[in-house]
C-alpha cells in the first residue's frame, strides 16, 4: 500500500522541518532516501532518530577511535549496556546515561526518570541491577535556584531507586558557577548475570510477533531526545511536557517480569522504550538484525483517548518494553506479563521485506527503506579550534598569585577546602539514599569507590564515577587522561582491579570549533588513557548541547569504572584504621597548582595548566598498590586528588564523622617545593596508604618502579592533623577540620529549609 498523509496532520513546511531540527542538508538526504515528501509521521520519527542524542552525528566519528575490545568484554558498544566477565560463569553488565536537559527544568522527575532509564538498559540484558551511581554537577551551591536543583535531583534519584530496591552505592557531586545554568546528571547502573543469560536487543525470525510490554503510552515526553539535542534558553520552562513521568512501582514489576521473560524461553530480543520512544527501540532492533518490521499503532496501549500515530511512535512515557517474542509464544508472554500486573499487546511482527513500515489500522503513515533509517543520518566533523582565551589561560603563571593573609595558617586554608560544597562531605546526599538494600554493599557511599558483593562467591565489584571538568576546560586531552586514571586508582584504593570503563560525553554545542576540539582531545585524552591501563569502553553516552545563553558547560566526560575484587579479604577502606600505623606516599609530589580547587576555592581563579599525568606511572602505581594489598600489608589507601594532599589526610582522619584519627605528617623531603602546591597542589598518581609493615609497601612500589616514602604515623584523635615542612608546622584541630567538612553541606541547604519554612508561615497567616 502506498503512504499516504494523514487526515489533519500539518502540511509539511520549511518551517515545520526546522521546528523538527532538521537541516536543510538533511532534509535533502530524507528526500534522497525516500524518494518523495515525508508525511508528518515520518518526519518526526526521523527528527527523534536523527537527533544528536540518538544518532551520534557529531561524536561517532570520534568513539569509533575508543579501544572496545579484551578478552573479558562479552559486549561492547551497541547494545543496551556493556557486558565484562567476572569469572565463575558471572558478567557484570553496567552503562552510564545523561538525563541532563530534563532536570534542568524539572529536576525531581528528570532525575527520577533518570534512573529509571538506566534501570531498564541494564536488566535488558538479562542481568539483574544491583547497585546504582550518580554524577552530579551543578552551580554554586550558595545560589538559591542551585540549591531547589540539587535538592529536586537528590530526592528524584533517592525516590526511585529506593522504591525500586535497588541501591545507590557511590558517585559524585561537584558544583561550580560553569553549571549555574546547566546541571549535569548522569545515572550508572550496574548488573549481575550468568553469562548464559546474555541477551542482546537483535529483531530475527520472520514472522516473530512484536510485543508493546509494560505501562501504556501517553502523551509525556514526545520530543524527549530532540529536546535533549538542543541548547537550554529562556523557553526551556514551555518544554516542561517533555520530560517523562517515573513510576518506579511499575518499573519493579516491570524488572521482574523482563528477567522472567528473558529465562522463560519465549522472546527473542527485548529492548527498552527509552528516548525517542517505540521508534527507536524497533528501528534500531531491526537494524541490528537487519530485517524489516511493520508497527500497527491502532494495536499501541494507550493510556489517553485519540493519540496520533506520530504520537505513539515518539512517546517517551516511561516503564515499558518492545520484545520480539517467538511466534506461537503469544500467550505465554502475556501470561506472564498479566502474572505481574502489566499490559502486553501484539503491535507487529518482523516482515522479510527490507522496510520499517508503520500503520494506523490499514493505513500506511510512514515506510522507510529498512536499515537505512538507522544508518543513513549523516555524520559530522566540524572545525576544531582551541580557544586563544584557554591557551592564554593555561599559561598564565598561578604561583604568581598572592597569598591571603589568613594563609599564613595552613590550617585556615585547609578547614577553607574542606567546606567547599566539592570537597565536603556527601552524606546529606546519601543520607537519602538507600545504599544497603540487597545487603551486598561492602562499601558505600563516601569511599574512594563502592564495593558490592557479588553473593554466593568471595568475589566484589568496585565501583566509582570521576572527572574533573576543570582539567578538561583548561586542557580537554589531558582532562580526559586524568579522568581515567582517577578512577582506577579510586578503584584500586577499595582492592579493585580495573577492568572497564563507560563513559558520559557531556559538552556544549560541537558545532562551534572550541566546543567540538573539547570534545576531540577529550576522547582523545579517554582512548589513550584506557588502551594504557587496559579499560577498555564497552558503552556509554554523549550529551551535547549543554549550553544555556550565559555559555556552555565545563567539557565533562564523566567515567564509570567498574574493577574486580578477587577477595572480600582485599577490600580496603580510605579512613586511618588505628594509631601506630605507618603513613606511607605512594607517587611523587611536584609544584603543580593549575586547575585546582584550592585556586578556585581561595583565589576564585580557574588557570594554569592542569597536573600532569603518567600514563605509565598510573598503571605501576595500580600495580604496586594491589601487590600490597593482596599480600595483606595495606591497612587504609587513600587518592590524592580536589584539595591535594592535606585534603586527602584530612580526609583519612575525619571522613569517619563518627571515628576520627590524628596523624603526625612530616613532608620535609619536598622543602624545595613552593608550600601551596605541596600541600594543596593536586599532582597526579599519588596515594596515601597505611601500613603495620611499611617495609612491605616501600618494598612493593620499589619492585613496579614507583616512588614511595614513610610521611608519618597515624595518632589518636586528640593529637590532631600536624604537618611538618623543615622547621614550619602547623596543628589543625580534629574537631574543626569535622565541622568544616561534615558540616558544609547541611548549613547551605538549611537555607533552604529555612526559607520554605517561612514563605509556608507566610502563607498561613496571610489565609
Excluded at 538525563?99 to 541494564?122: F, K, M
Excluded at 522472546?267 to 527498552?272: F, S
Excluded at 564495593?451 to 572527572?467: N, P, S
Aim: aromatic residues 6%.
Amino acid at each position: 500500500m502506498p503512504v499516504t498523509p494523514r487526515p489533519g496532520d500539518p502540511k509539511i513546511t520549511p518551517a515545520l522541518v526546522a521546528e523538527h531540527g532538521i537541516t536543510p542538508f538533511e532534509y535533502e538526504r530524507l528526500l534522497a532516501m525516500l524518494g518523495r515528501e515525508p508525511t508528518f509521521t515520518e518526519l518526526g520519527i526521523v527528527s527523534a532518530l536523527w537527533s544528536e542524542h540518538c544518532s551520534y552525528k557529531h561524536s561517532r566519528p570520534l568513539l569509533k577511535t575508543l579501544p572496545t575490545e579484551a578478552p573479558w568484554v562479552l559486549q561492547g558498544p551497541g547494545e543496551n549496556a556493556g557486558v565484562i566477565a567476572v569469572g565463575d560463569g558471572l558478567a557484570v553488565a553496567f552503562k552510564i546515561e545523561s538525563h541532563n536537559h530534563p532536570s534542568a527544568v524539572e529536576p525531581y522527575q528528570g532525575a527520577a526518570t533518570g534512573v529509571g532509564g538506566i534501570l531498564r538498559d541494564v536488566f535488558t540484558m538479562g542481568a539483574r541491577p544491583i547497585a546504582l551511581l550518580d554524577s552530579l554537577r551543578f552551580g554554586d551551591l550558595e545560589t538559591p535556584r542551585v540549591r531547589y536543583l540539587f535538592a529536586g535531583v537528590v530526592k528524584g534519584i533517592g525516590d526511585y531507586g529506593n522504591c525500586v530496591g535497588i541501591p545507590t552505592v557511590a558517585g559524585e557531586v561537584v558544583f561550580d558557577p560553569a553549571y549555574e545554568g546547566n546541571p549535569l546528571v548522569n545515572a550508572m547502573c550496574v548488573g549481575l548475570l550468568r553469562e548464559e543469560e546474555l541477551i542482546r536487543a537483535v529483531a530475527e525470525g520472520v514472522g516473530n510477533p512484536i510485543i508493546a510490554v509494560g505501562a501504556r503510552t501517553g502523551r509525556d515526553g514526545i520530543h524527549g531526545a530532540s529536546f535533549a539535542s538542543e541548547d537550554l534558553s529562556e523557553a526551556t520552562e514551555a518544554k516542561r511536557p517533555r520530560v517523562q513521568v517515573g513510576d518506579p512501582f511499575t518499573e519493579k514489576l516491570l524488572l521482574e517480569a523482563s528477567l522472567e521473560l528473558i529465562r522463560s524461553g519465549h522472546i527473542v530480543a527485548i529492548q527498552d522504550m527509552g528516548a525517542a520512544g517505540l521508534t527507536s527501540s524497533s528501528a534500531e532492533m531491526a537494524a541490528r538484525g537487519d530485517v524489516g518490521v511493520t508497527i500497527d499503532t491502532l494495536k499501541v496501549p494507550a493510556r489517553e483517548e485519540g493519540m496520533t500515530p506520530y504520537e505513539l511512535l515518539l512517546s517517551e512515557s516511561q516503564e515499558r518494553m518492545l520484545v520480539v517474542a517467538k511466534k506461537g509464544h503469544e500467550d505465554d508472554v502475556v501470561a506472564i506479563l498479566t502474572k505481574w500486573d502489566l499490559t502486553a499487546a501484539v503491535i507487529g511482527e518482523v516482515i522479510a521485506e527490507p522496510v520499517y513500515r508503520v500503520t494506523e489500522g490499514d493505513r500506511v503513515v510512514a515506510e522507510f527503506p529498512g536499515i537505512r533509517l538507522v544508518t543513513d543520518c549523516p555524520t559530522y566533523e566540524p572545525e576544531a579550534r582551541e580557544s586563544d582565551e584557554i591557551v592564554r589561560l593555561r599559561a598564565t603563571d598561578v604561583h604568581a598569585i598572592a597569598e591571603k593573609a589568613e594563609e599564613r595558617d595552613p590550617a585556615w586554608t585547609l578547614a577553607q577546602l574542606l567546606a567547599s560544597p566539592t570537597i565536603a562531605s556527601k552524606r546529606w546526599v546519601h543520607r537519602q539514599y538507600d545504599t544497603m538494600v540487597r545487603t551486598n554493599t561492602v562499601i558505600g557511599p563516601g569511599g574512594d569507590a563502592a564495593v558490592v558483593r557479588l553473593r554466593g562467591t568471595d568475589k566484589a565489584v568496585a565501583l566509582k564515577t570521576d572527572c574533573n571538568g576543570r582539567y578538561c576546560f583548561l586542557d580537554p586531552y589531558v582532562g580526559g587522561m586524568a579522568a581515567v586514571a582517577e578512577a582506577a586508582r579510586n578503584v584500586a584504593c577499595v582492592g579493585g582491579r580495573p577492568m572497564a570503563i563507560t563513559n558520559n560525553l557531556n559538552f556544549g554545542n560541537p558545532k562551534r570549533p572550541e566546543v567540538y576540539f573539547q570534545l576531540r582531545e577529550a576522547v582523545r585524552g579517554m582512548g589513550d588513557a584506557c588502551r594504557a591501563l587496559q579499560t577498555p569502553v564497552t558503552g556509554g553516552n554523549v550529551s551535547l548541547y549543554n549550553e544555556n545563553p550565559n555559555g556552555a558547560i565545563y567539557p565533562t566526560p564523566v567515567v564509570g569504572m567498574v574493577g574486580l575484587v578477587d577477595s572480600l579479604d582485599h577490600v580496603t577502606r580510605a579512613g586511618f584504621q588505628a594509631a601506630g600505623h605507618a603513613i606511607v606516599l605512594l607517587g611523587e609530589n611536584t609544584d603543580e597548582l593549575g586547575g585546582s580547587e584550592y585556586l578556585a576555592r581561595i583565589h576564585g581563579t580557574v588557570a594554569g595548566a592542569p597536573p600532569r599525568v603518567d600514563l605509565d606511572g598510573e598503571k605501576r602505581l595500580v600495580a604496586a598498590l594491589l601487590d600490597a594489598v593482596r599480600a595483606g600489608h595495606v591497612a587504609s589507601a587513600h587518592d590524592c586528588s580536589d584539595g591535594g594532599l592535606a585534603v586527602a589526610l584530612a580526609e583519612c582522619a575525619i571522613g569517619d564523622e563518627e571515628r576520627w584519627l590524628g596523624a603526625d605528617v612530616d613532608l620535609s623531603a619536598w622543602t624545595a617545593l613552593p608550600r601551596r602546591a605541596l600541600l594543596f597542589g593536586e599532582a597526579q598518581g599519588r596515594i596515601v596508604v597505611t601500613s603495620t609493615n611499611a617495609d612491605a609497601v616501600l618494598a612493593a612500589a620499589a619492585r613496579h618502579g614507583v616512588p614511595a616514602r614513610v610521611i608519618g604515623t597515624v595518632g589518636d584523635a586528640t593529637r590532631g592533623l600536624t604537618i611538618r615542612i623543615g622547621a614550619d608546622s602547623f596543628t589543625a584541630p580534629l574537631a574543626s577540620l569535622a565541622d568544616a567538612y561534615h558540616g558544609a553541606i547541611p548549613r547551605l541547604m538549611d537555607r533552604t529549609a529555612t526559607a520554605a519554612t517561612t514563605v509556608a508561615a507566610t502563607s498561613h497567616a496571610t489565609a
